[in-house]
Nanobody, 122 residues
Framework: QLVESGGGVVQAGGSLRLSCGAFDASFNSLVMSWFRQVPGKEREFVAGISWIGFEEYYRNSVKGRFYISRDNAKNTGYLQMNNLRREDTAVYYC?????????????????WGQGTQVTVSS
């Protein structure tokens, strides 16, 4: 089970850090990613990280602004979001799975959190 936290309302240009907590240590062997969704649109990939943290992937629009990380000792993943834009407003979900060939494919993930709302105001 995954639980996200850290969402909220922030002004454009501001920062937020999302957390994704897992309830057992099996998280440490899983690939983890963040997706986001706005009403009426498909859930889209934001960032992904390998189980040991050596590989990171980002969608183009967040490169240089968002940073994914994980602390396996705490069974927790993070998404640091800087220089937020209005178009980053969405519900953010963390997801995990044992292995993926393509981090961006939603159906590859077995475990999902309930989502946390991020709202960026102008």
């Amino acid at each position: 089970q995954l639980v996200e936290s850290g969402g909220g309302v922030v002004q454009a240009g501001g920062s937020l850090r999302l957390s994704c907590g897992a309830f057992d240590a099996s998280f440490n062997s899983l690939v983890m990613s963040w997706f986001r969704q706005v009403p009426g649109k498909e859930r889209e990939f934001v960032a992904g990280i390998s189980w040991i943290g050596f590989e990171e992937y980002y969608r183009n629009s967040v490169k240089g602004r968002f940073y994914i990380s994980r602390d396996n000792a705490k069974n927790t993943g993070y998404l640091q979001m800087n220089n937020l834009r209005r178009e980053d407003t969405a519900v953010y979900y963390c997801a995990a799975t044992r292995a993926v060939s393509d981090f961006q494919v939603r159906s590859s993930y077995d475990y999902w959190g309930q989502g946390t709302q991020v709202t960026v105001s102008s």
